[in-house]
């Protein structure tokens, strides 16, 4: 399995639901990551987890909570989230850096709107 | 600061034509450099890894350190080229707990018939 997948595909929710993404992989990465990407606009890293473990947080809200419960899975918990969050999360895994197998394999993404 | 630049935000030519987008980098160190691509509908995608010099759908890049650039060319463009292209350098310190890979704004590129 070569492929990162992504659930849900499309969620709406309101700013006092609590939803969760869910992201996994099966490939044997060990680093996997959290982006938000706006519209026409280039995806922005959120969240870098290295050996299951949080590496990077790029000063993201509290309301955005990540969780790597195995190697394989990757989730997103969503509170009290506002209208300009919406956007498409993309999840994405590698090798760990400083293995030589940086590159990225990325998910096609959940597309949030938050109303 | 840590900067990447593409400076075509679009980019239109025609079937058979050579293609070239621009990406300058300003880093310290040697970052590692990639090309990402993002067709209609579809997912990201690693197009181009500097470090294995592949040559993927025609596409090359050459990394001119003096320059800081690593343009993407092909020299002959085909409809199914047309997408969004992000140069994207990737950076980590040699304690190895701050790594990051830096999007560029994209050139979005559109290949007549």
């Known amino acids: 399995d070569t492929e990162v997948t992504q659930t849900p595909k499309h969620l709406v929710m309101g700013m006092t639901n609590k939803k969760s993404l869910k992201c996994e992989q099966h490939?044997?990465?060990?680093?996997m990551y959290w982006y938000k990407q706006k519209a026409k606009k280039p995806p922005e890293l959120m969240f870098v987890?290295?050996?299951?473990?949080?590496?990077i947080n790029e000063s993201v809200p509290s309301r955005f909570s990540p969780e790597c419960p195995n190697s394989s899975l990757l989730n997103l918990h969503l509170h009290a989230l506002q209208p300009e969050d919406s956007a498409l999360y993309l999840c994405?895994?590698?090798?760990?850096?400083?293995?030589?197998?940086?590159?990225?394999?990325f998910g096609p993404g959940t597309r949030l709107l938050v109303l | 600061a840590q900067r990447v630049t593409q400076p075509e935000k679009l980019l239109s030519v025609f079937k058979g034509a050579p293609v070239e987008l621009k990406c300058n980098y300003s880093?310290?160190?040697?970052?590692?450099l990639f090309w990402y691509v993002q067709y209609s509908r579809q997912r990201l995608q690693l197009l181009l890894r500097?470090?294995s010099r592949e040559s993927i759908k025609g596409f090359t890049a050459d990394l001119n350190k003096g320059e800081t650039s690593f343009h993407l060319k092909k020299p002959f463009a085909q409809e199914e080229d047309s997408a969004m292209y992000y140069c994207?350098?990737?950076?980590?310190?040699?304690?190895?707990?701050?790594?990051?890979?830096?999007f560029g704004k994209g050139t979005l590129l559109t290949v007549n018939p």
């Open positions: 994405a895994s590698s090798h760990p850096p400083g293995t030589g197998g940086e590159t990225q394999y």
């Open positions: 490939m044997g990465h060990r680093a």
């Open positions: 987890y290295s050996y299951e473990k949080l590496s």
């Open positions: 880093y310290s160190g040697s970052p590692e």
């Open positions: 500097h470090i």
């Open positions: 994207a350098p990737f950076r980590f310190n040699s304690g190895g707990s701050n790594y990051k890979l830096t």
